[in-house]
């Protein structure tokens, strides 16, 4: 059973954000005044219908926010990615991490996105889950003739009530993270066991096998003869040219309450493309409805794109009541 109760945003607004930026600094472990570390941390990718497809780990070697190496190892994926002064390398002729190898790390090393929060306004409801109590704090955007948009149509993050323990996050209603358990590393929160969500299918689960502060020296952080230097940046595109690059794109459903109430509208998504193919982040520009919104993002979130560089465009979607 689940019960909300929107807490009042007038009177408690200094204090949301307040709340927001502290977890986000508590439930990371890279903080540039933390002692270097090493994580290792396994995982189990599952197929479509939620069995397990194939396991592999994660290993990361940090010493400061602008240095550290990660080493991905999967039967379907196998790279290093190499931050360091000079840019990012990665192993020659690998596209980047796949977005789930990338979105378990994030959950350990830094959950939170700082830009999420910057570009909307907090919006804090007490949720009870069962017998859990959790503040779930929405990064809400402007909805016209939406007043009150369900919880986690936005990205959505769910603290221990009166606390900073990140135990859940929600992703445009589509994906959801469970925290399952939570360790303290140097004063930080990190979890040590986590599923990820989505479309109501587990996508994938980990677990911390080892993080421990270490001594990294600098031949561990040197670029081997394997790897090349990666341009960081995303080519903006229209949303025309990268039509050319797409292999699958499953259309939205359209709602069934929105079919019943004949409601209709254009959604607008900004969305940014992977070298690996897939859809990394989205942001939504216009919401005509929130059940409109879903359905396009449901849809957007399935779509792959043949690998080439980081992309970033817009898309509309005009959805007519029947």
């Known amino acids: 059973m689940v019960s909300c109760a929107r807490v009042s945003q007038a009177e408690d607004a200094a204090k949301i954000a307040e709340k927001i930026s502290r977890a986000a600094a508590t439930n990371s472990i890279d903080d540039p005044s933390l002692?270097?570390?090493h994580l290792k941390l396994s995982f189990q990718l599952m197929d479509a219908k939620g069995h397990l497809s194939e396991q592999g780990t994660?290993?990361?070697?940090?010493k400061s926010p602008s240095l550290y190496k990660i080493v991905y190892a999967?039967?379907?994926?196998?790279?290093?990615?190499?931050?360091?002064?000079?840019?990012?390398?990665?192993?020659?002729?690998?596209?980047?991490?796949?977005?789930?190898?990338?979105?378990?790390?994030?959950?350990?090393?830094?959950p939170l996105a700082e830009s999420e929060v910057k570009d909307g306004v907090p919006d804090l409801?007490?949720?009870?889950?069962?017998?859990?109590?959790?503040?779930?704090?929405?990064?809400?955007?402007?909805?016209?003739n939406v007043a009150?948009?369900?919880l986690g149509l936005f990205p959505t993050y769910c603290l221990d009530r009166d606390r900073d323990s990140l135990r859940a996050s929600y992703n445009f209603g589509t994906q959801m993270v469970l925290r399952n358990s939570i360790g303290k590393f140097q004063n930080h929160l990190v979890t040590?066991?986590?599923?990820?969500?989505?479309n109501t299918v587990e996508a994938i689960s980990a677990h911390i096998d080892d993080l421990r502060t270490a001594?990294?020296?600098?031949?561990e952080l040197t670029p081997s003869a394997d790897m090349e230097r990666i341009d960081g940046q995303a080519a903006t595109v229209a949303s025309g040219v990268v039509q050319g690059y797409a292999m699958s794109q499953p259309r939205p459903v359209y709602p069934e309450r929105a079919k019943r109430n004949h409601v209709s509208g254009t959604v607008l998504i900004g969305v940014i493309i992977g070298t690996d193919g897939r859809i990394h982040s989205m942001?939504?520009?216009?919401?005509?409805?929130?059940?409109?919104a879903i359905a396009a993002i449901t849809a957007v979130r399935q779509w792959t794109y043949r690998p080439y560089m980081s992309m970033a465009f817009r898309l509309r979607f005009r959805l007519r009541s029947p």
């Open 35 to 37: 002692s270097p570390w």
């Open 58 to 62: 994660i290993e990361e070697w940090w």
């Open 74 to 110: 999967s039967p379907s994926y196998k790279s290093t990615e190499l931050q360091t002064a000079a840019g990012l390398y990665r192993t020659r002729d690998q596209p980047s991490a796949p977005y789930l190898l990338d979105s378990v790390l994030q959950q350990v090393v830094h």
């Open 125 to 144: 409801r007490r949720e009870t889950f069962g017998k859990v109590q959790l503040d779930c704090i929405m990064i809400t955007q402007p909805i016209k």
């Open 148 to 150: 009150y948009p369900p």
């Open 192 to 198: 040590v066991d986590q599923k990820l969500i989505q």
């Open 215 to 219: 001594a990294i020296t600098e031949a």
């Open 283 to 292: 942001k939504l520009l216009k919401v005509p409805d929130p059940d409109l």
